[in-house]
């Protein structure tokens, strides 16, 4: 694994320039440009809200900063798989023509997502700081909720902490996945429903809170939000950005270790099929 | 010296079914076959793309690799850039490796040429301050400055492949493979990739390059490797590799044809007699019809009352041959064998392009040859003094009639046979010809 992050660390102006082409090639000739990095989650938080705050009165107030502080990490984390698990199939001419190495396709794809979020970002902060945000025992339920807001280097330092597990999370993920579909090209669709019914699984467009006062079978609430690596990551969002509380030291470590297995398994199932890719593709 | 390439004993092996096969289940494709260690399951499951191939390639040469399709050529090239691992054998390459296995590969039809160059540098391994500082030539060479800021996508075929040959020739390894891409283009530019090669070889860089163009071969190598099913037939002196190819893919080609005859001659036993035409002035298809369809399966027809048993063809020295060169002596021998006595038969022969183009029919009647009369076996010969005819397969019929045009036996598109010339010359038939040449010299002023 060293050897692979010393030629991705070699390979990387290769790994800048393909995301710049992304970047540059999914809004070329659109009107708007980059522009949608930040319309496309406003619009996806509009949807949404428009359903639960109109259709099915869905209580909370400040409900739309609520989605969108969950919405952003979630974006990130599902279009990284989705691409990622095409990734090197659809590569298939620079895996089969040219020697580099193929983890950094995956990585392209995490990355350019990556960007996309930070840049959506932008949008979240000044949104929840002009339109509100919901209370903090609202979103996190009574007991969680009594802890004082964060020293604000804390605060960032956690967000921080926080990004780094989300990619090394998503990018095990994604290298497992993307490894895997070049063999069974099923892979992406299944990936693609998958994540639909984790989208809904995990405390996005619900509060923790609500969970543990529905009458929600114990198994699937402790599924959604307790053995979910999705619902501690939206939950370290929500707590950062609506609460400026930030996660317990001892959470964001386990969080850590927890990524960095998930990350070196999806590296040893990539490893494993490397060889097979310039045959497969 | 170190060569710059060596390759030893390195073989490679192709799964040959595809996963559906073997993985019947997303569980067995990762538990049973993917997850544990291949074992070695029986040759028949794998196709051979390699076989042992061991060869060293000194820095400065280079090296051409020739075989018919499917010989493992391009297998080797990716061996050798490493794309893929040898299943066994080791393969060492000194040096910077720069692959040209197909141009462009990598370019992002959205966006423009110009970040295309720095984007597909950087995938060659090109660093961002030599793609800076070689972004003009790669521009001049691919002659594309007006061009460079719109998308890829608008490129022509032509532009697309000119900018992908000018950036990897640009990106100066000590190694460079290429794989049938010098067609790249028009002949100015093809021409100016040439001599971005030679080039290339007065700078003592090695190149590698899989071609089936023997003439550019022939120009651009010292030392040629002939694969032929993954095994290295030949490897060393281009001239001398290149001609032991040449022989063996015309005697290939001797014993295609001669296996396609003998294959004929069991049809033509088993081929029924079709129904006579229609009795009376009406004239017989094999003389009224032009062929409309290119290919037509064989027929049959005929009373039988002399029956072919065998159409055989020589050359000038007796040798049963189905190729021939243009302009060769051929002999056609005919047996038949006549149930009764037949007064006045007539033999004719007929050659047929395979796409139909009906290219010469003659028989004794129009030759004033008179047959008097047969009975039983015999044999009758017809001998082409030349066979002008150019470069293609054809289809050779036979027939035996009576004068007044009652068949006998007919036999139609069956036999086949083909012409192979050197010379690019076109249409159907070489006319003896010669050029006279009578130019004035031109007239020097101030003389």
Same mark, same amino acid.
Not at chain 1, 57 to 79: C, D, H, N, T, V
Not at chain 1, 132 to 152: D, H, R, V, Y
Not at chain 1, 245 to 252: E, G, H, K, N, Y
Not at chain 2, 110 to 129: D, F, H, Q, T, V
């Given at each position: ?281 | ?86 299943? /066994?054998?080791? !393969?060492? $390459?000194?040096?910077? &490796?720069?692959?040209?296995? #197909? @141009?462009? =590969? ?59 040959? /000018?950036?990897? !020739?640009? $990106?100066?390894?000590? &190694?460079?493979?290429?794989? #049938? @891409?010098? =067609? ?64 063996? $893919? ?198």
């Amino acid at each position: 694994m060293i050897g692979s992050i010393v030629s991705i660390y070699r390979h990387r102006a290769l790994v800048g320039a393909l995301v710049s082409r992304e970047l540059k090639a999914r809004y070329r000739s659109s009107l708007l440009g980059m522009l949608w990095s930040f319309i496309n989650p406003l619009l996806l938080m509009a949807v949404y809200a428009t359903v639960f705050m109109v259709f099915l009165r869905f209580g909370m107030p400040k409900y739309a900063s609520f989605l969108l502080a969950g919405l952003l990490p979630w974006i990130w984390f599902s279009s990284s798989i989705n691409d990622a698990a095409v990734s090197i199939v659809s590569g298939g001419n620079l895996i089969k023509k040219v020697m580099f190495p193929a983890e950094i396709l995956p990585l392209v794809s995490v990355l350019t997502n990556l960007v996309h979020y930070l840049l959506s970002l932008a949008i979240l902060i000044p949104f929840v700081a002009i339109y509100g945000a919901p209370k903090p025992e609202q979103i996190l339920g009574p007991t969680l909720a009594e802890s004082a807001p964060s020293n604000p280097i804390w605060l960032v330092a956690s967000f921080l902490l926080v990004m780094i597990i989300q990619f090394l999370f998503t990018y095990g993920l994604a290298l497992a996945l993307a490894a895997l579909t070049v063999h069974l090209r099923d892979i992406q669709h299944i990936v693609l429903n998958l994540t639909t019914l984790w989208f809904f699984g995990s405390p996005i467009i619900y509060p923790v809170a609500q969970l543990s006062s529905t009458k929600v079978p114990t198994l699937l609430k402790r599924l959604a939000v307790d053995y979910n690596p999705i619902a501690y990551l939206v939950v370290a969002h929500h707590k950062i950005f609506l609460c400026r509380i930030a996660p317990s030291f001892m959470v964001l470590m386990a969080m850590l270790g927890a990524a960095f297995v998930v990350f070196y398994l999806g590296y040893l199932v990539f490893d494993k099929f490397r060889d097979s890719f310039a045959e497969e593709v | 010296m170190r060569p710059a390439v060596e390759l030893s004993h390195v073989s490679k092996l192709y799964r040959r079914f595809a996963r559906l096969r073997q993985l019947k289940t997303l569980k067995g494709a990762v538990v049973r076959d993917l997850w544990r260690r291949p074992k070695l399951p029986a040759a028949s499951k794998f196709n051979v793309a390699l076989k042992d191939v061991s060869m060293s390639v000194a820095p400065g040469v280079t090296a051409g690799i020739i075989g018919l399709n499917a010989s493992g050529k391009s297998t080797l090239l990716r061996v050798i850039a490493g794309i893929t691992k040898p299943t /066994s054998g080791s !393969v060492t $390459v000194s040096g910077k &490796v720069s692959t040209l296995l #197909e @141009v462009g =590969a990598g370019f992002h039809p959205e966006i423009s040429g110009r970040e295309n160059i720095y984007i597909n540098g950087a995938i060659l391994g090109l660093p961002k301050r030599q793609i800076r500082e070689r972004f003009d030539d790669i521009v001049r060479f691919a002659e594309l400055e007006e061009f460079i800021d719109y998308p890829v996508k608008t490129y022509s075929s032509g532009m697309f492949m000119r900018l992908g040959f /000018s950036i990897a !020739v640009n $990106v100066d390894p000590d &190694v460079l493979l290429i794989d #049938e @891409v010098l =067609a790249v283009g028009d002949a100015v530019f093809a021409q100016k990739c040439y001599e971005k090669l030679y080039d290339y070889k007065r700078r003592g860089k090695t190149i590698i390059m899989v071609s089936h163009d023997l003439g550019a071969i022939r120009r651009l190598c010292e030392e040629v490797a002939w694969l032929h099913h993954g095994k290295l037939m030949e490897y060393g002196e281009a001239g001398h590799v290149i001609g032991k190819y040449m022989e063996e $893919v015309t005697h290939g080609e001797l014993k295609r044809y001669a296996q396609e005859h003998k294959k004929s001659v069991e049809v033509m036993a088993t081929i029924k007699s079709e129904k006579l035409p229609a009795p009376g002035g009406e004239k017989l298809p094999y003389k009224v019809v032009a062929p409309a369809k290119p290919v037509q399966p064989a027929k049959r027809w005929g009373t039988r009352e002399i029956e072919i048993t065998s159409v055989v063809m020589r050359d000038r020295d007796g040798e049963e041959r189905y190729v021939f060169s243009c302009g060769e002596t051929v002999f056609i021998e005919i047996a038949f064998e006549a149930r009764k006595r037949i007064e006045g038969p007539v033999f004719g022969i007929g050659i047929f392009r395979t796409d139909g183009v009906w290219c010469y029919g003659t028989n004794t009647m129009i030759d004033g040859v008179k047959v008097e009369s047969v009975a039983g076996r015999g044999e009758i010969a017809v001998k082409l003094k030349s066979l002008p005819l150019l470069s293609a397969s054809y289809y050779l019929d036979v027939a035996a009639h009576s004068a007044n045009d009652h068949p006998y036996d007919y036999l139609n598109r069956l036999f086949t046979f083909a012409v192979r010339s050197d010379r690019p010359e076109m249409g159907v038939f070489r006319p003896e010809h010669e050029w006279i040449i009578d130019v004035q010299a031109p007239e020097v002023p101030g003389r």
